[in-house]
């Protein structure tokens, strides 16, 4: 399953939910630093760290946001709001 999750450098916040991801196993995470693209840096400057799911729908990659995770949660929490916010979006 593959993941992205939009940061930027400096960002604790980030930092410390891309070490969670780390963690897990059976997830390609891609880091993508919103500084670098003027549309990313627009869409995510509030609201990072963005993490997303993505997943083919109709013969394009599409992107679903998954509900922002608190800081404080732990590494099964992050892991658990994941799979939950993945079985949603494939049920629909």
Do not use: N
Request: proline fraction near 7%; charge should be negative.
């Amino acid at each position: 399953m593959k993941l992205v999750l939009y940061s930027k450098p400096g960002c604790h916040l980030c930092e410390g939910l891309e070490e969670k991801l780390a963690v897990l196993s059976g997830y390609e995470v891609e880091i993508r630093d919103i500084t670098t693209r003027p549309d990313w840096f627009e869409a995510y400057q509030y609201e990072i760290p963005v993490l997303c799911y993505v997943t083919e729908t109709s013969g394009s990659l599409q992107e679903f946001p998954v509900p922002r995770i608190s800081p404080r949660a732990s590494v099964a929490q992050v892991d658990r709001m994941i799979q939950k916010h993945i079985d949603r979006v494939e049920a629909e």
